[in-house]
């Protein structure tokens, strides 16, 4: 049973840096290209970064691209997001997710907000 477990998250204020995490259990991790997802209150949710499964290949969203970079750590499941000089419109729940076998598994979010 695919699980992501996200984390990470908080308030923080604009110009400040967050790390979120996303442990997985339940697939081949290593074999899975991941990504990172958020949804602003009344918008889409849209895709913020990706990464390869092998973490050599890595896309980013024209709004972030520069601020913010994902990673990941096979061994211990775990694909991270490192968010820096943020901004009050990356204001949003953040999700991770994986797509196995045509099906989309996606995290419970976490919550980041940035406000001063």
């Known amino acids: 049973q695919v699980h992501l477990v996200e984390s990470g998250g908080g308030l923080v204020q604009p110009g400040g840096s967050l790390r979120l995490s996303c442990a997985a259990s339940?697939?081949?991790?290593?074999?899975?290209?991941m990504s990172w997802y958020r949804q602003a209150p009344g918008k889409e949710r849209e895709m913020v970064a990706s990464i390869s499964n092998t973490g050599h290949t890595t896309n980013y969203a024209d709004s972030v691209k520069g601020r913010f970079g994902i990673s990941r750590d096979n061994p211990k499941n775990t694909v991270y997001l490192q968010m820096n000089t943020l901004k009050a419109e990356d204001t949003a729940v953040y999700y991770c997710?994986?797509?196995?076998?045509?099906?989309?598994?996606w995290g419970q979010g976490t919550q980041v907000t940035v406000s001063s």
């Open positions: 997710r994986t797509l196995r076998a045509g099906n989309n598994y």
């Open positions: 339940g697939f081949a991790f290593s074999t899975s290209d």
